[in-house]
């Protein structure tokens, strides 16, 4: 739980509007920013999510937030709109839009353009404009230069969210934060901003700060498609890729980067390295194959189960459908491939989630008890306890680790 009494007050406050802010970045970044003493006003499209964030209740799980959420209402400093018409306002504007890929896998710059140029609109001189949604790299220095066309008065900065999804308010005073700005001022200012949250500052070029940022999750993927690759080698042989794994990493520093097997899902590993491979003419081999082997693991586990007998008459189980453990967020989560993949194949595929309210899944009991084999989708903590005499597929080996603390 974040100490959230013990932050220190920033000298300086200031006035702060976060685009995008009842998002997975925006909200627990603008919540921080108030609790520290800025005025924060949160604006979303979602107009359902601002209002269930001024009525106090968190869209959805970050860690510390049900608490903290309340406090900075009642404190005055958070404020929420829809509208973007306090823009003027402001000394920052700080913009956490999602920036997905297109179909195509290339980043879809229009409505990151889009959003960027109806904000300028609204924006006045001398303001900050802090980048914190992940970008293509060149895109923060092409937006300077337009910007500087506007109104050289106003300063654009990069700072890239770096997070784990659900625990942003303990990481975004522990991390150190990667800064760039398209002038001295624009570095200085975000900076600054960063230093009094108490975070350590580094700052690199515009670019450099766009490409740490895709590198990091890119390293991450491909990261999770060694050990995916491991996984169903050693599968294929009868091997136990996870014996194998705790006798090669135990009391042995040189795999400490080595990673479990599982589903490498979400929002941000995937589309992050196909942006680092359009960035590069689509020559990002790793990354490329990476993503083969990642979105290949669902259609794996059922051939595996498919070799050892027929499937069409067989009832499915999926325990868990967000994109990881512990975490509410279905966006791009393998589970829902696996669904799709075990639906062509079996009589009938049940659902479940605890953290995901969706009416089509059933209750952990109803899976457990009509389900002929289950398999694990998310490592939600619920499960550790699971017990059950139907065969269970565990791909991240988490059932059967100690639990930790
Ligand atoms: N989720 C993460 O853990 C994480 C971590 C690091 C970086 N990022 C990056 O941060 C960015 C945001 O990701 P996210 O997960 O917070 O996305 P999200 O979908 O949770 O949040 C985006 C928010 O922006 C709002 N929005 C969209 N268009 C808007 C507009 N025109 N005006 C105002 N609000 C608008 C949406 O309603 C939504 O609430 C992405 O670039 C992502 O890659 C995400």
Do not use: W
């Amino acid at each position: 739980m974040p100490e959230t009494a013990l932050r220190p007050r920033v000298r300086q406050p200031l006035k702060i509007a976060v685009i995008g802010g009842c998002g997975h970045v925006g909200l627990p970044f603008g919540l921080l920013l108030s609790d520290v003493g800025h005025e924060v006003t949160l604006i979303d499209v979602n107009a359902r999510s601002v209002e269930g964030v001024r009525a106090g209740r968190m869209p959805f799980f970050e860690e510390g937030a049900d608490e903290l959420l309340p406090q900075c209402l009642a404190s005055g400093r958070l404020l929420l709109s829809t509208e973007t018409s306090s823009l003027r306002e402001q000394d920052v504007v700080i913009v956490t839009i999602g920036t997905p890929v297109d179909e195509y896998l290339d980043p879809d710059i229009r409505t990151f353009d889009r959003v960027i140029d109806a904000t300028l609109a609204d924006m006045g001189d001398g303001q900050l404009l802090m980048i914190r949604s992940t970008v293509f790299p060149g895109v923060t220095e092409r937006l300077g230069r337009r910007v500087h066309e506007r109104n050289p008065s106003i300063q654009v900065c990069y700072c890239p969210e770096r997070i784990a999804q659900g625990y942003a308010l303990r990481e975004l005073t522990q991390l150190p934060q990667i800064v760039s700005g398209c002038t001295p001022e624009a570095e200085a200012r975000a900076a600054d901003m960063f230093r009094d949250l108490g975070a350590k500052v580094l700052p690199v070029a515009p670019v450099e700060a766009e490409l740490g940022k895709l590198f990091a999750n890119s390293y991450r993927y491909i990261n999770f498609a060694i050990s995916n690759q491991f996984y169903m080698l050693a599968e294929r042989h009868g091997a136990d890729f996870h014996r194998v794994y705790d006798a090669v990493t135990a009391d042995y520093p040189r795999m400490k980067g080595f990673a479990r097997s599982g589903f490498a899902g979400g929002p941000c590993l995937l589309k992050d390295t196909m942006q680092l491979a359009s960035f590069n003419h689509n020559l990002l081999t790793l990354g490329q194959n990476a993503m083969m082997i990642n979105e290949g693991l669902p259609r794996f586990i059922v051939d595996q189960l498919k070799a050892k007998g027929p499937l069409v008459n067989a009832t499915a189980g999926i325990l868990g459908m967000a994109f990881k453990g512990d975490c509410d967020d279905p966006r791009s989560s393998l589970s829902y491939k696996l669904r799709k993949v075990l639906t062509l194949e079996c009589r009938e595929v049940l659902c479940t989630d605890p953290q995901i309210a969706d009416p089509s899944f059933v209750s952990l009991e109803e899976c457990l008890d009509r389900a002929d084999f289950l398999i694990l989708g998310a490592c939600h903590s619920e499960y550790k306890s699971l017990v059950t005499t139907k065969p269970v597929v565990d791909v991240f080996g988490f059932l059967r680790r100690p639990t930790t603390t």
